[in-house]
């Protein structure tokens, strides 16, 4: 108590501090008590970074300040608090990485991601670091869109940046054509992060459905089979999810969390290269099943349009 | 890989050789209906069926005959498709031509066609007219973009 009493005469900005945020007075006792030699220039620059935190937040935020590194990096760029806070509940070396809450502190001051909803959100993800790195804001998930809608194949791996740039751009062109909610960035990103848990393995729906035709066609020779096609001068690789050679036929596997499956420009050049293949012999039979989500009107229309119609197939 | 790429270039080498060496073990018959025409791709279709079944393809005895036949199928493509070139894919394992020797029109139109990519398709469905097809659908696509002068 007598420190207190010292700390709080010696400094006029610490007595400042504390009638405007009673929380610093946990601060002080709290950190004194981990590191008894703490100078009150030192207590009060974490009162001041950690001022706004919740208390409930304290004990660990004091932890992880003794760190040197977390210290250093806290220090220079107080915005990180905030990325801190929103993962406070991971493991320590999880909130305690620069380079996660670099990365965090980043997306919240582009998109201005409310905080709260962030920490909600962490809490109930599984895989804590996927989460993170999940976390790109809207403008550079557009740019790793615009470099590879024009470059099949398009299967992308769940749940990564290429996965989640190209559902966001799939989503906004629903948007576009009145077809969805237009739910905003934010909105949607919480919705696509928090369904990460839901795909343990990247080609589990399709190698399920696989293994339920009953087909007498290898695996190895028959899912993830790529065919060249040349569509307006250019060869792009269209990498088919099921492919028989036997029998030239094929499907396209589509589990989409979001319901519905719309017309973006990467999509659009599937459609385009599987019809190469039918009017071309390369394929007889081409059908798209859609998985727990169904297509959009106009991918639809796309899809079934005459000549080298392909089939819609829907499943529950 | 090169060498992959040198056995490629010495099996296209010898598509003639393998051609006659083939046809010496044809009847006159047959052989007058294998005179390289485009038509000519749907007497192999029918000889393709009425001699193999589908396990064929796995016995080592017909290797030498099916590769004969495929030689036949693109020394067809070669004289019908305009600046026709042989190709092979030796890169990408999951890709359909991949060790499969094949052509393709320069420049690109469509594509690239291996007659061992059908083999399977021709006796399981015992469908004729589809290495005829394949053929017309990117000349004709080459002509529409380059005319039939490049030829």
């Given at each position: 108590m007598q420190a207190f009493e010292k700390a709080v005469n010696e400094s006029e900005t610490f007595k400042q501090l504390i009638n405007?945020?009673?929380?610093?007075?946990?601060?002080?006792?709290?950190?004194?008590?981990?590191?008894?030699?703490?100078?009150?220039?030192?207590?009060?620059?974490?009162?001041?970074?950690?001022?706004?935190?919740?208390?409930?937040?304290?004990?660990?935020?004091i932890t992880d300040f003794s760190d040197a590194g977390f210290n250093s990096a806290v220090r220079k760029?107080?915005?990180?608090?905030?990325?801190?806070?929103?993962?406070?509940?991971?493991?320590?070396?999880?909130?305690?990485?620069?380079?996660?809450?670099?990365?965090?502190?980043?997306?919240?001051?582009?998109?201005?991601?409310?905080?709260?909803?962030?920490?909600?959100?962490?809490?109930?993800?599984?895989?804590?670091?996927?989460?993170?790195?999940?976390?790109?804001?809207?403008?550079?998930?557009?740019?790793?869109?615009?470099?590879?809608?024009?470059?099949?194949?398009?299967?992308?791996?769940?749940?990564?940046?290429?996965?989640?740039?190209?559902?966001?751009?799939?989503?906004?062109?629903?948007?576009?054509?009145?077809?969805?909610?237009?739910?905003?960035?934010?909105?949607?990103?919480?919705?696509?992060?928090?369904?990460?848990?839901?795909?343990?393995?990247a080609n589990k729906g399709v190698d399920d459905y696989f293994n339920s035709l009953g087909w007498d066609c290898p695996s190895d020779k028959c899912r993830e089979q790529t065919l060249d096609v040349v569509v307006n001068g250019q060869t792009k690789k269209r990498r088919l999810d099921i492919y028989d050679e036997g029998n030239l036929r094929g499907k396209e596997f589509k589990e989409y969390y979001s319901g519905k499956v719309y017309q973006s420009e990467d999509i659009v050049a599937e459609v385009t290269a599987d019809k190469e293949l039918l009017a071309s012999g390369r394929l007889l039979e081409l059908e798209w099943v859609f998985k727990g989500c169904e297509p959009s009107g106009p991918l639809r229309k796309l899809l079934e349009s005459s000549p080298n119609s392909i089939t819609v197939v829907i499943l529950p | 890989m090169k060498e992959k790429k040198e056995n490629f270039d010495a099996w296209v080498a010898l598509i003639d050789d393998r051609i006659e060496d083939w046809f010496i073990t044809l009847s006159n018959h047959l052989k007058d209906k294998f005179d390289y025409s485009i038509n000519s791709l749907d007497e192999i279709e029918k000889y393709l069926i009425e001699k193999f079944v589908l396990d064929d393809l796995r016995n080592e005895m017909n290797k030498k005959e099916i590769d004969a036949i495929a030689s036949y199928i693109l020394k067809t493509y070669k004289l019908h498709w305009p600046n026709g070139e042989y190709v092979i894919e030796l890169e990408d394992k999951k890709n359909v031509l991949f060790n499969r020797p094949a052509i393709i029109t320069n420049p690109k139109v469509g594509m690239a066609f291996s007659p061992f990519q059908f083999l399977q398709s021709t006796l399981n469905l015992k469908r004729i007219g589809a290495f005829k097809q394949m053929l017309l659908y990117t000349k004709n696509k080459y002509i529409e973009m380059y005319g039939e002068g490049r030829s």
């Amino acid at each position: 108590m007598q420190a207190f009493e010292k700390a709080v005469n010696e400094s006029e900005t610490f007595k400042q501090l504390i009638n405007s945020n009673p929380s610093a007075v946990d601060v002080f006792f709290k950190y004194t008590k981990k590191k008894p030699g703490a100078s009150v220039d030192e207590i009060l620059e974490l009162a001041t970074i950690a001022k706004d935190l919740p208390k409930n937040q304290l004990d660990n935020f004091i932890t992880d300040f003794s760190d040197a590194g977390f210290n250093s990096a806290v220090r220079k760029n107080s915005k990180l608090v905030d990325a801190w806070s929103s993962i406070f509940s991971g493991s320590a070396s999880l909130r305690m990485n620069v380079n996660n809450l670099n990365k965090l502190s980043t997306f919240i001051r582009e998109t201005g991601m409310d905080i709260s909803k962030l920490t909600s959100s962490f809490k109930n993800a599984k895989d804590a670091q996927k989460w993170i790195d999940l976390k790109i804001p809207e403008a550079e998930l557009d740019n790793i869109y615009s470099g590879f809608k024009n470059d099949p194949p398009f299967n992308q791996t769940p749940w990564t940046p290429e996965h989640k740039a190209q559902r966001w751009n799939n989503y906004k062109k629903g948007c576009t054509n009145g077809e969805n909610t237009c739910l905003d960035f934010n909105d949607w990103s919480n919705g696509y992060d928090g369904k990460i848990d839901l795909v343990t393995s990247a080609n589990k729906g399709v190698d399920d459905y696989f293994n339920s035709l009953g087909w007498d066609c290898p695996s190895d020779k028959c899912r993830e089979q790529t065919l060249d096609v040349v569509v307006n001068g250019q060869t792009k690789k269209r990498r088919l999810d099921i492919y028989d050679e036997g029998n030239l036929r094929g499907k396209e596997f589509k589990e989409y969390y979001s319901g519905k499956v719309y017309q973006s420009e990467d999509i659009v050049a599937e459609v385009t290269a599987d019809k190469e293949l039918l009017a071309s012999g390369r394929l007889l039979e081409l059908e798209w099943v859609f998985k727990g989500c169904e297509p959009s009107g106009p991918l639809r229309k796309l899809l079934e349009s005459s000549p080298n119609s392909i089939t819609v197939v829907i499943l529950p | 890989m090169k060498e992959k790429k040198e056995n490629f270039d010495a099996w296209v080498a010898l598509i003639d050789d393998r051609i006659e060496d083939w046809f010496i073990t044809l009847s006159n018959h047959l052989k007058d209906k294998f005179d390289y025409s485009i038509n000519s791709l749907d007497e192999i279709e029918k000889y393709l069926i009425e001699k193999f079944v589908l396990d064929d393809l796995r016995n080592e005895m017909n290797k030498k005959e099916i590769d004969a036949i495929a030689s036949y199928i693109l020394k067809t493509y070669k004289l019908h498709w305009p600046n026709g070139e042989y190709v092979i894919e030796l890169e990408d394992k999951k890709n359909v031509l991949f060790n499969r020797p094949a052509i393709i029109t320069n420049p690109k139109v469509g594509m690239a066609f291996s007659p061992f990519q059908f083999l399977q398709s021709t006796l399981n469905l015992k469908r004729i007219g589809a290495f005829k097809q394949m053929l017309l659908y990117t000349k004709n696509k080459y002509i529409e973009m380059y005319g039939e002068g490049r030829s």
